[in-house]
């Protein structure tokens, strides 16, 4: 048998969009010859679509969509197309298969195991399958999985009472059918394939797996779409990252070998994507960012040039009276390296404008924070100028260990539409910049090197009021993605006084990351979908 899989990204909503897309898998299908085309999960429509599954009207798109299909499959009567596509089955909502041959539709599989941890939220919005049936098609016996269906043995599966996959075990499958729409995390690659291999062994045939790739809001899938052998061999492992429209002959394999990036690597490539995505599925052509001298906002030019080209990329330099000169030789030598358009736009004299302007309800002098955050929220003023008057996306430059600690200025530095690096730590911030130079040198080794300062008072430093980044992070880590306690920490040897100061500035700042940009998820539990917390709270001991 030979399949195509159609590994694509697809824009929420963009129904003309999907079937184009299809209808060129078609052709690639056609001209090699295969019996079957293979779609990730929910296609038609776009993963997650969220509310936009509520509406009347996002139903009838996906009714119309349903018949052109249809008429698709009359068109290309020897391949049999297999879509995933919301549908709706005596007034009731499902997450489903759909396999059309000839124009008709032969066989509904619909989705058991509706996820609603983490990013996800199925049950608001679909009604479980209740059985995973065999195809028998072709003289081949084939089940349909989808995405959650086959995670049951995995993780997150408490909650669930049924194991879709054991409907499919001991019936001499041909071989199965692996929708699947799933996120990106950074290790989720070698998880997702030790599911895909699970079931393969499980069910004693091959996988099929297609996988979603794209950024969707804040969620970037990464592609990878697989297919592996029932003794764990590696058929076929899709490229990353991108859209793929790849024949395979099942009869004709030989094993390879799968290849996962490093940490490092897979961050560079999901956060390109991001930008990427972000500013072409919502309307822009090029972006604009403040540029400090800093490790942050260096990281985040050389991210939207790889993502961009330099051409869509303007950076803006802001001195304040405390400034230092080595931060703007810093940034220079980075501009002249990635030959990005930049201005400088000195905000002294704004400064002094704007104190000299608030002495009337500050007689004697601003406090020491209000005239720390007026520098900040003066740049953000000035980004968003610029943002309006040449349609240019404003990208973020905070990190996670800030957005955790509440060390950014609502309506200043937190400005932007994409908090591109919200979920790095500021040690992963320098692991990657480290990474980006040991491929090819763009970020000057002094900014690297020097100590991190937001240089709005004299002689400021980072760690006057943070503690020091490696221990912050490791406590970061513990209390947001393990979810300890402070006092499992402080158990564990950490610092007593730090880990409740460090707690308490976490939860004392939802309400600040609650008006943050959108951040990309990179990591188990970043700020976001992923991680509610109410704003009003007593802080949990």
């Known amino acids: 048998m030979k399949i195509t899989i159609l590994q694509s990204n697809p824009v929420i909503g963009d129904f003309d969009g999907a079937l184009q897309t299809l209808g060129r898998g078609l052709q690639k299908a056609q001209q090699d010859g295969a019996d079957l085309l293979l779609t990730s999960e929910l296609f038609i429509g776009g993963y997650p679509a969220q509310d936009a599954w509520l509406a009347p009207g996002f139903w009838a798109q996906v009714d119309h969509a349903r018949t052109r299909i249809a008429g698709l499959s009359k068109d290309y009567p020897s391949i049999a197309i297999c879509v995933g596509l919301p549908i709706r089955q005596n007034a009731k909502p499902y997450n489903a298969a ?6 008709q539709e ?8 509706l996820p609603d941890y983490d990013v996800f939220n199925e049950s608001r919005y679909f009604t479980p399958g209740d059985q995973t049936q065999v195809l028998e098609w072709r003289g081949e016996r084939i089940g349909i999985l989808i995405c959650e269906d086959a995670w049951f043995t995995q993780i997150h599966n408490s909650h669930y009472t049924q194991d879709p996959l054991c409907d499919l075990e001991s019936q001499q499958l041909s071989l199965v059918l692996h929708l699947s729409a799933s996120p990106f995390e950074t290790t989720k690659p070698e998880v997702r394939h030790d599911v895909v291999s699970a079931i393969a062994k499980r069910a004693g045939c091959p996988v099929v797996m297609v996988n979603q790739v794209g950024l969707q809001d804040d969620i970037i899938f990464d592609g990878g779409s697989l297919i592996i052998s029932p003794n764990d061999e590696i058929w076929y492992q899709a490229p990353a990252w991108q859209e793929v429209i790849q024949t395979i002959d099942l009869q004709n ?23 990427r995505d972000y500013v072409a599925k919502s309307g822009f052509k090029k972006v604009v960012l403040g540029l400090s001298g800093g490790v942050d ?4 030019a050389v991210l939207a040039v790889e993502a961009l080209g330099p051409e869509a990329v303007t950076a803006i330099m802001m001195p304040s009276p405390y400034s230092s000169q080595n931060s703007l030789k810093d940034a220079l030598a980075l501009l002249q390296t990635l030959k990005i358009q930049h201005f400088t736009l000195p905000i002294s004299d704004l400064y002094a404008q704007a104190k000299a302007q608030f002495s009337v309800f500050a007689p004697q002098s601003l406090a020491s924070l209000t005239t720390e955050n007026l520098q900040s929220r003066l740049r953000g003023l000035i980004l968003m100028a610029y943002s309006n008057e040449h349609q240019a996306l404003l990208l973020n430059t905070g990190n996670k260990s800030e957005l955790a600690m509440g060390y950014c200025t609502l309506y200043g530095d937190m400005n932007g539409a994409l908090g591109v690096i919200g979920d790095l730590y500021k040690t992963e911030v320098y692991a990657l910049c480290e990474w980006i130079n040991a491929q090819h040198p763009r970020i000057p080794t002094a900014i690297l090197t020097k100590a991190p300062s937001a240089e709005l008072r004299p002689n400021q430093k980072d760690e006057d009021t943070l503690p020091e980044y490696g221990l912050l992070d490791q406590i970061l880590i513990r209390l947001i993605e393990q979810n300890q306690s402070p006092s499992s920490l402080i158990a564990q040897g950490f610092p007593e006084q730090t880990v409740r100061w460090i707690a308490t500035r976490l939860h004392q700042n939802e309400y600040k990351r609650a008006q943050a940009p959108l951040v990309p998820k990179l990591s188990l539990k970043s700020f976001g979908k992923g991680r509610r917390y109410p704003i009003l709270q007593k802080m949990i001991q």
């Open 253 to 275: 394999t030989s094993a390879q070998s799968i290849t996962f990036q490093s940490p490092s690597e897979a961050r560079f490539n999901a956060l390109t994507l991001a930008i």
């Open 106 to 113: 032969i066989h509904i599989q619909t989705k058991r195991l």
């Open 297 to 300: 906002s260096a990281l985040i």
């Open 98 to 103: 759909v396999l059309w041959e000839k124009g």
